[in-house]
C-alpha cells in the first residue's frame, strides 16, 4: 500500500480528510509529504508543515483529534529515531555539561517574542484560569495559588528554581515580602529579571540547580523539572530537601506523563526543548520516596490548553512587529509548537500539576488550597 494510501486511512481513523473543508482536516501541497510522515513520524509531520509542505486551519484541533485517536503510535519508528531514544537510555543528555544548552536555544532566542506572546508579568508556564477571564489574571492567580499553598510570611527566604524572567521573585518580593534567590540557565532571563527585581530583596544567578547550597524557608520550582532529565531526578530531590530548612515546604509545578518516558517527542527535541523530559508519577514517586511527605498533589491540565492558546493569540496579533527579526519558517514553527501542545492537553496526553512537599509531614496534616 502507497504511503498516501496509509496516510489517508490513518486521518480518518481521526475523522481528518485530506482536503476537507471542516477547520481541522488538512491540505496536501506536495506529495511527498505521506513519504516523509510514514518515514519519519511525527518529525516529518513537523518539518514538512515548518516547509510549507501542508496547512491546516486549527491545527490544535488536528492535533486532538490526532492524539486522541492515537494514530501517532501506528507509524513505524526509523533507525535515527530509536537511536534518540537509545542514547537518552545510554547517556545523561540533562548533565551539568549539556545544562544550559536549552537556555541558548530556547530561552535565549529573543525576548521580543516572549514579551509579546505572555502576560504582562512574562510569566512562561501554565495559568490558573479556575476564576480568571484573561491570561494576566490567570497567571497573577497562579502565582497567588503557589503562595497560598506554600504559606509565604514576611522575612521567609525563597528559592526560586527555573525563575524565568523573575516574575514570581518579584511578585512575591512586593507582595509577601519575603526574600528570594532565583536561578536559571539563561542569560537573557537573567538580565531582564534582575532589571525587573531592582530595589526588591532578590538575588537572580546564571546558575545550574546543582550548584546551589544554602538553605531556605520555601523552595519553589515551575516548570523546570521537565529540563532535568530522568537520570537526575533523585538528584533534583536531593538537592531541594537538603536546601530546605526543617519544617519548610518545597512546591513543584511541572507537565507530567501518563507514562514513564526516557525520550521526548524528536520534533519538540530537535527544535524546541533540546534535552526535554517529562515526568510520569512513578518517576516523581520514585525520586521523592524517602525524602519528603507528598502533602498535595494538584492537577489542573486544562488550563495549560487555555494558557498556551492564548499564548498564540497573542503571537499571531505580534507577528507583523516580530517578523522584522523573524522568518516565515520560524513562524510556522512556533505556531505548530504552541497548537500542538494545545492540542495534546486537551486529549489528556499531557498532564499540570503543583505538588506540595514537606520534609517531615505538617504536624495535624495539610491543608489542600484550590
Known sequence: MKSKDIANKLFSMAGIEIGGNDPWHISVHNDDFYDRVMTWGSLGLGESYMDGWWDCTQ??????????????????????????VLCARLFNMQSKKRA???GERHYDIGNDLFMKMLDKRMTYSCGYWQKADSLDEAQEHKLELIFRKLGLQPGMKILDIGCGWGSLARYAAEKYQVEVVGVTVSAEQVEVAQTLCRDLPVEIRLQDYRDVDEKFDRIVSVGMIEHVGYKNYRTFMELTH??????????LQTIGGNQSRTSVDPWINKYIFPNGMLPSIKQLGEAIEGLFVMEDWHSFGADYDKTLMAWHRNFEKSWDVLKTN?????????????LSCAGSFRAR??????????????PGGYISIR
Not at 491545527?59 to 534518540?84: C, G, H, M, P
Not at 537538603?242 to 512546591?251: H, Q, V
Open 100 to 102: 544550559f544548552q536549552i
Open 349 to 362: 496526553k499531557n498532564q499540570l500539576w503543583q505538588i506540595v512537599l514537606s520534609k517531615d509531614g505538617i
Open 59 to 84: 491545527l490544535d484541533e488536528f492535533f486532538y483529534r490526532v492524539l486522541r485517536t492515537d494514530i501517532e503510535s501506528q507509524v513505524k519508528q526509523n533507525w535515527f529515531l530509536l537511536a534518540n
Open 242 to 251: 537538603r536546601c530546605l530548612n526543617d519544617g519548610g515546604l518545597f512546591l
Open 326 to 338: 523573524y522568518d516565515e519558517r520560524f513562524h510556522r514553527m512556533w505556531r505548530y509548537y504552541l
